[in-house]
């Protein structure tokens, strides 16, 4: 019973990390320039018996550009606070602060001083 709950929190963490570790926004942008440019060449022949051929060359040149911009934005908040109300009318606050990853270590304390508490947590 122990190894199924051990192998439960293990998935569980390698879960939580490989959320945390995945981006959170991916923008992609794909820009095409395609510049031409035509530029004629006229050549003049005379012969010999007086005729003139007018020859015209049209040299094109085509530029082509592709860019492929990729963003990805992995930001993730650093702290959390909260409020807990209990059944019995008790409130308590707590705040967690990022120590690694996608865990989570935080002070829990209820409003009236009796309880203070440090907890554990992980986001997934």
């Known amino acids: ?23 959170s926004k991916i923008e992609t942008k794909e820009v095409q320039v395609v510049k031409k440019d035509v530029e004629y060449i006229t050549r003049e022949i005379a012969k010999k018996d007086g005729t003139v051929i007018k020859e015209q060359i049209k040299k094109d040149s085509i530029t082509k550009k592709d860019e492929k911009q990729v963003k990805v934005d992995n ?21 967690e602060v990022r120590v690694l990853g996608p865990v989570f270590l935080g002070v829990t304390a209820n409003t009236n001083g009796e309880n203070l508490g440090v907890s554990l947590s992980m986001e997934f």
Do not use: D, E, H
């Open 1 to 23: 019973m122990k190894s199924i709950l051990y192998w439960i929190l293990a998935c569980g963490i390698c879960f939580a990390f490989g959320r945390y570790l995945s981006p």
């Open 75 to 95: 930001k993730k908040p650093n702290y959390k606070v909260g409020v807990t109300q209990y059944l019995n009318g008790k409130t308590a606050v707590n705040g």
